[in-house]
Every structure is written in C-alpha cells, then in structure tokens.
C-alpha cells in the first residue's frame, strides 16, 4: 500500500501558505508605495500653489496674464490656472501657456486624479484646487501635472515585485522541500527497515537519527520493541525445540522396548517389566504436555477468576507435608518459620510452585542437610524464602535455569529427575500472582525467594 505521501501534502500546504503570504506583502507595498507617491504628488501641487500666492498673487493682477510652467517639477507639463473672485465673479487672472485654450472643470477645493486629456492623452493627471486669500483678496488656484511617470514607476516596481516575489516563492518552496525532506528522512528510514524486517533478520535495527528528537524516541522505541520481539521469538523457538526433544525421548524408549519385546516370546514378567517402563514414559510424557498446556495458557484472566483469599501459612505447610518423605528418604530436615499471611491466590497453582523449589531444595541438598523454610511479611508485600544447603547456581546461569527445559549440565544432574520445566512453572505462577521469583546463591547452596507485591 503506498500511503499518500505526508512530504507530498506538507509541501503542498507550505507553497499555497507562502503563497498568500507573498501575495498579501505584494499587495501591501505596492498600496503603500502608491499611497506614498500620491500624498508626495498632493504635496508638491500644493507647494506650486503656495509658490503661485507668495510670489504671483503679492501683487494684484490687473489683466490676465500667462506664465511658463515651472521647469524643475519633475513631473511636466504643469497646467496652472489662477481665478480671482471680485464681487463673488471668478476671473481667470493667471494660466500657463498650455492652458491657453482649456479650463479646468473642478471649482470645489480638493485633490483629484482623473484623465484630463488636455493636460496627458493616454494618462491620468493629478488636480489641486486650492483656495486662497492675498491682500483681502480671494483666489481659486487650479495646479496638474500628468502622473505618467509615477504609473511608470509603479509598472516597473509591480514588474519587479512580481519578479523577485516569484523567485523567492521558488528559492522559499525548494529550501521547505529540502527541510520538509530532512525532517521526514528518519521516517522514511524506519518505514524501509521495518519493511524488511522478517522472521529471518529480527536482529536487524534502524538506525537512530543523530538528533534526539521524537524520530530518536520513535526509532529507539521501535528498536527497544524489536529487542522484545527477538527475545520472545528466540525463547519461543527455543522452547520448540526443547519440546520437540523432550517428547521425542521417552517416545524413542517406548518404541525401543516395545520393539525389544516383540523379537521373541516373553514371559509374564519380562511382559510386565516392559509395560512398567512403558508405563514410566507416558508419565513423564504426560506431565510434559500438561505442563506446556499451563505455560501456553494465555487466559490468565480465566485463571484469575478462581483467585481467592488463602492462608500463605498453611499452602506452605501442605507443600512441605507433600516433600516430606522424599526429604526423610534423604535425611533431610525442614527448619520453619512462617508468619501467618494471607493472599489472594489460586491455591492449587501456588502450592504447585512452592512444591516445584522445595522439590528441587530436596533434589539438590546433600543427605542430612536442612533446608530452611521462611515466611514473612515485608514493607512491600509478602516474601517466602527457600534456603538449600545444596552446590548453589553459578552466577551466569541465575536466569537461565528460569527457562523452560534448562537444566545445568553437572554431574548430579543424571541422577536427580527432572525435566527442566520445574522453575519456569513456578516463576510463571508466580508472576500471575503478582510476583515474582529470585535467586541468590554463593559458594554452596540457594536461596529462592518468591515475592509477592500487595
Ligand atoms: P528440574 O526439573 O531439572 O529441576 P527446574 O526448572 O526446576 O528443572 O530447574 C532447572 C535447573 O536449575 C535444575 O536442573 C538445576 O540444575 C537448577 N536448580 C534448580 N533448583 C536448584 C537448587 N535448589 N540448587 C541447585 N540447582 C538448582
């Protein structure tokens, strides 16, 4: 599936933003600019019209009469007519040449930009009115001038405006692809190697950005997960095989004396001899398969339904009654102490987990050893301890002997039974009550203490 590309719609959004945000400025400058060009316009037809009172009008005008138009105004021709009122009667006293045969239509006081085809044929002008009053006397002074050079410059700086406004959006939209890109490589990263993660390549890990950002937190998590999932997997295959080996055994001792048999005609007994070891297998592979059945029940909930409240104190003296005469086959003596203790518990899996480690407190003790037993309550919860006398755990193998079928490659172990199933049953049931199982050990014997947190 190839999703719509995030990079694609970021871009997108980005361009139409810059956009706007380019166009509005345009629009902005290119309405200040104007404005500005229009008040220095009205500004300087209004000087011309103080010029024209100060100078022109200091004395009075007997008949008309017609001036040059003022040649340093950058913006020429100037068009000037000068009305004088006498009696409320307006008579034009003073024109430039070019307005020999025109007169300005307005006579109310104002600024005005229109076409007025005798002062510019193709542009628009600007009109001052202006009232004034010399010597007593008033005066209507009419100053334009055609604008074409301000459009002109206005064109120019609009053509510009559109120009670099233009490479900027493209230099602007590229540099946004270019960081739209950097910032979604990771992504792109982790999508790619996850994709190529299998069954086969778990090991396999992305790379972590550089910068410790949330794509470093992402890809890190990824990772921490991916380390989980091996770990889960490897144990699973782990546990295939073992029980594969494991059922295949007694399978095999079966098949081989079932085989020895039949060559010849046997006795009853020999009979009966066969059928006892038959018999010896099937237990054992019996207790194998019942045992995968509880590891692989994912339905703890079920499980958690028949939990309630159970005396800790006594499950403990049942496992111990349950151990006792294979402790007195070996002279072994059980030192007690237990508080009274009450958890909430499935009581048939609890007891199944203290029988497990004081089974194997048995197993591994030397004849004639004491195996202490302590119950007690902690400021965190609930601690039951298991102290052997036995050849202890090597450091490197304190969680190993925690996995299913692990047992420790030593010499007591052809002679004590087992099937390596024992402590990876009762840490399981001790994690569904909340727990957990541990294990010191020094130079000899261990001491496995099951903690409860309440
Ligand atoms: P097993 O059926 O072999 O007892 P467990 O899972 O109960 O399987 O134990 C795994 C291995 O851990 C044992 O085979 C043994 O090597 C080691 N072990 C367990 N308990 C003890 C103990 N109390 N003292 C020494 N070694 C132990």
Known sequence: MRAQSASGRLLKGYAVLLGVVLLFLGILFYTGLNLSFENSLHSSLESIALDLKNDELAHPQQKSSVIDPKEEFPLSPV????????????ERILFTKNMQDHRFGHS??????????????????????????????????????????????????????????????????????????????????????????????????????????EFFELAYTFNTMLDRLENAFNQARRF?????????????????????????????????EVLHSVLEETDK??????????????????????????????????????????????????????????????????????????????KFSPDGSVIKVVLQK???GVELKIV???PGIPENL?????????????????????????LSIARWIAQLHNGNIYVTSGEEGSEFVIRFSQ
């Open 398 to 422: 304190k969680e190993k002997i925690f996995e299913p079928f692990y047992r420790i490659e030593k010499k007591w172990e052809t002679t004590t039974s087992g099937s390596g199933l024992g």
């Open 285 to 362: 592979l019996q207790s194998i398969i019942e045992t995968m059945l509880l590891l692989s029940k994912s339905d703890t909930r079920a499980l958690k339904k028949r939990f309630r409240l159970v005396s800790l104190d006594k499950l403990v003296g049942e496992a111990i009654d349950q151990m006792r005469p294979s402790a007195v086959a070996k002279n072994i003596e059980f030192e007690l102490r237990c508080d009274k203790v009450t958890v909430d518990a499935e009581p048939t899996l609890l007891r199944r987990a203290i029988v497990n480690l004081l089974d194997n407190a048995v």
């Open 378 to 380: 902690t400021r965190k």
């Open 79 to 90: 068009s000037i007519e000068v009305y004088r009122f006498t009696a409320g009667k307006p």
């Open 240 to 272: 295939n095989a073992s029980v594969s080996h494991e059922l295949k055994t007694p399978l095999t001792i079966i098949r081989g004396e079932i085989d020895v048999a039949l060559i010849r005609e046997r006795s009853s007994k020999e009979y009966a």
């Open 388 to 390: 052997d006398q036995g």
């Open 108 to 213: 109310d006081p104002g600024f005005y930009i229109e076409e007025i085809p005798f002062v510019s044929k193709e542009d628009e002008s600007g009109l001052l009115v202006y009232r004034a009053q010399k010597n007593g006397i008033d005066y209507l002074i009419k100053v334009a001038v055609p604008i074409n050079k301000i459009d002109d410059t206005l064109e120019t700086f609009t053509a510009l405006l559109v120009f670099f406004g233009f490479v900027i959006f493209l230099v602007a939209l590229y540099l946004g692809y270019r960081a739209i890109e950097r910032v979604l490589s990771p992504m792109r990263n982790i999508t790619e190697t996850a994709a190529t993660i299998s069954q086969s390549n778990l090991s396999k890990r992305i790379e972590l950005p550089k910068e410790k950002d």
